[in-house]
């Protein structure tokens, strides 16, 4: 023990002659030099994330500026979209289509609308069935195609054109259902961009529709 001692306590006179700044010197620059360096490299990741930041909001913004100037295919100005949800135990699935009506004649009623109509899936919000299509007499195997069930006045409210027909028949009661295809549709089934009187078979079930009009 007091060898170790005396090995310990042998040098404690010299330390009165070293520099401690010195000493620490070249660990203090080594230490220094790493955490610029450190220090300079996040710097750059920073900027460079940065800058990808702004570029990426400015595309984004560009692209939103882009889709304004592309057409919906309807007239949005001055157009409200509601989605009825009703509560259960309220209407009676058997009485839709007579509360169906009376709706649209209430709404109907109210200052300032123009016209008024009733989809059965909204194009507005995404929900558009979609079912296989083909025309009556026809050899070309069925295809897939959006269905959507609407009221009179659907393509007035939306200001829709036609190409050819009407979207309101004048023989409204009659027994079998109607429908406005586009001109791709109609030129698929039958060949030709008017169809109108025309029938296809829509659905699994293959459901008789004549087609009064092409849109």
Known sequence: LAGWAGAALFPLPNLRHVDPAGALAPC???????????????????????????????????????LRGVPWGFQADGLINARLAPLPGG?????LSRYHADLLATLGRLPGLESVAITGQSSLFGFVQR????????????????????SDGFFATLRLPLIAGTSVPPDRRSA????????????RLFGTADATGRYLQVGTAGQRVRIVGIG
């Open 28 to 66: 203090a620059f080594g230490s220094t030099g790493r955490s610029s360096a450190i220090g300079r490299l996040l710097l750059v990741v920073q900027v460079a994330f940065t800058l990808v930041l702004v570029a990426s909001a400015i595309g984004f913004a560009t692209t939103i500026a882009a």
């Open 91 to 95: 209407q009676p699935r058997a009485d």
């Open 131 to 150: 079912s296989n299509v083909a025309g009556v007499g026809e050899p070309d195997q069925p295809f897939e195609a959006q269905v959507l069930q609407v």
């Open 176 to 187: 079998d259902p109607t429908a406005v295809v586009s001109r791709s549709v109609a030129e």
